[in-house]
């Protein structure tokens, strides 16, 4: 099995250096390569993803990013920006389900904004569509309209083929869970969010059995993450509702620094796995990132797309045991470095 | 002057009674009418918002609402639906900046989700353009595309004039205040986020003056609100945008139930407030709820569009000092009913 490392710009190299070393301890038989992406490939090819390193992605058994962007890439134009590189990588690999967890480390409590009785124990699953919506709907632009008015736009659009994958996938993992999903989106003024609902409650009529389905429109969802988030399992929610809500979500359990992400496509091909945070360029090159967030973007890499569930227990159950001995970065107010915090998981192992 | 009360729906009519009453003694001389809209609007004469109601809407000096929508009118078809009324009000009235602040009553510190230190002293305001955006772009609809796929699609567009007018309220408004603004978009993923970015950022070097602009991405903001809402002061978002952030910062300071929205058109016209809660279809018709949130909307009226700040300043240290003493709707953790909590702050005025 293969391993691509797309270490990408910012704190990415050191998070995924990180990463790297528990790989080689749990799974030593997995090649590791690497390749660039975001500006460190525009830097070197003058796009943010060649089609060798996309070509590369796909005949790797799982991609692990670290993270793109930075203040050196904002001025380019468009297409040359980082972030494109990753929406290539996730439109190129046709990665269209997008995991977020949100689960609170005992050990963490803490350092959430919220009281403890709100956040302890929680642990709840996003399930995001990632390659479609308004992120690439036509037609989209800058431009002057018939009366000379300048203007941008861009198109939300879903069709049911894209919908029907994603709640599957949703469905799927509530039915490995508590077997609840609640559908997110704004039915109430958009018509890409009434056909989104429709929908998804017709798919649950054919094959939702053993799953719960609920709805909830997407501003009481932001809502009712702050509220009560416990009593969510599976949220469903489209790409640009998704985005906000795991943001929202991540934060909540004390730091961004702390939360994996994992995008899959269809079964037997690649799954795209990177920390919820970004590059970091704050604090990049000091050796202060937390690399928590990647560690645990390889443990979903393990168990979703290697096969290796068991490699994958052992790292989350070093990242919590190594939480509870204190073992802490200064975003969760400690004062490790990333290499110091990724030696005290090592010794967890 | 007039102020035309709509009611609506739910708890509509019984928040909007404790407005009036409170009305009625800050502001005597004037003249208060009433008409319906949303569900109540359907039931009496099969459309949500009538051309005659709208009419006076037009002709008042403030309109105050209660909320619309329920489970009785989510069936039928969806121009019949009652949050159509809210948006033909809306959009009739050309009431483009709604103003949803979020402040922390020091009573209500530990009703929050967040801890004391997090949101003690929280006093922000987000400013969101209210009759553009994915919420009234077209084309929009349901059907099946030239390949026969099915699918739903908005569009979500802004043209250069709609965001110079709600910039330049945000900009007013902050100048009254901190005089900082953070302008939220997803420049990185939409054309219309970018085009927003860059007209609200040259509009800044024309008009700007005493104001300190940043951005911020929209997903960021969403956690930012939960990490560190202090750090805002005049938040500018576009409708959708807006719609979900609002909705989030209300929820941080303890309870929906609290807070008002203001929404204002071109100088002279009649402004429309409302609670930023709904209907509240679960609790309608038993005097359970919190008559705070369109209290504060009247306050909201009286210094926005009735010119009458003391009036204003009256009634907003009559809901604190209520507060303060104890009295607590439902929502709020006491047992106190709408009555009984309007009662409370009459006392104090
Ligand atoms: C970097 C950006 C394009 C991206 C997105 O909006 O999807 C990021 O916010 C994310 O959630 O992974
Ligand atoms: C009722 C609904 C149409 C409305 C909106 O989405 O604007 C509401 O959520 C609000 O924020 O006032």
Redesign the pocket.
């Given at each position: 099995q293969t391993l691509l490392l797309l270490p990408g710009d910012g704190i990415g190299p050191e998070v995924t250096a990180a990463a790297q070393r528990i790989a080689e301890l749990v799974a030593p038989d997995v090649t590791i390569e690497s390749a660039l992406v975001g500006g460190a490939a525009i830097d070197a090819s003058d796009v943010p993803l060649t089609d060798e390193t996309l070509d590369r992605a796909k005949r790797a058994d799982a991609v692990l990013l670290g993270a793109?962007?930075g203040p050196k890439w904002a001025d380019v134009d468009r297409d040359k920006r980082?972030?494109m590189g990753?929406?290539g990588l996730?439109k190129g690999l046709d990665v269209f389900a997008?995991l977020r967890p949100a689960y609170c480390f005992e050990a963490l409590v803490d350092a959430s904004s919220l009281k403890r009785e709100r956040i302890e124990g929680l642990d709840l699953m996003i399930v995001?569509e990632?390659t479609s919506g308004v992120?690439f709907g036509q037609p989209r632009g800058i431009d002057t309209d018939e009366n000379g008015v300048r203007r941008g736009y861009d198109t939300s659009v879903y069709t049911a083929p894209e919908i029907e994958r994603v709640t599957r996938v949703a469905f799927e993992i509530a039915r490995g869970r508590d077997g609840r999903v609640c559908s997110v989106e704004k039915s109430n003024v958009m018509e890409s969010g009434l056909f989104w609902r429709q929908e998804v409650t017709a798919l649950h009529k054919t094959f939702g059995e053993g799953v719960e389905l609920s709805h909830m429109l997407a501003d009481a969802c932001a809502m009712e993450l702050v509220r009560n988030p416990k009593q969510f399992d599976v949220i469903l929610a489209d790409?640009?509702f998704?985005?906000l809500l795991?943001?929202e979500a991540a934060m909540l359990t004390g730091s961004i620094g702390m939360l994996p992400?994992a995008s899959l496509g269809i079964e037997g091909t690649p799954g795209l796995f990177?920390p919820?945070h970004?590059s970091a360029p704050d604090i990049a090159g000091q050796g202060l990132a937390n690399p928590c967030a990647a560690i645990l973007s390889l443990e979903m890499a393990l168990r979703w797309s290697l096969g290796r569930p068991d490699a994958a227990d052992r790292v989350m159950k070093a990242v919590a045991d190594a939480l509870k001995s204190g073992a802490k970065t200064r975003d969760l107010g400690g004062d490790m470095s990333t290499t110091a915090m990724t030696d005290a998981i090592i010794d967890c192992l």
């Open positions: 793109v962007g980082p972030e990753l929406l996730r997008n995001r990632l992120y790409n640009l998704g985005d795991s943001d992400s990177e919820v970004g």
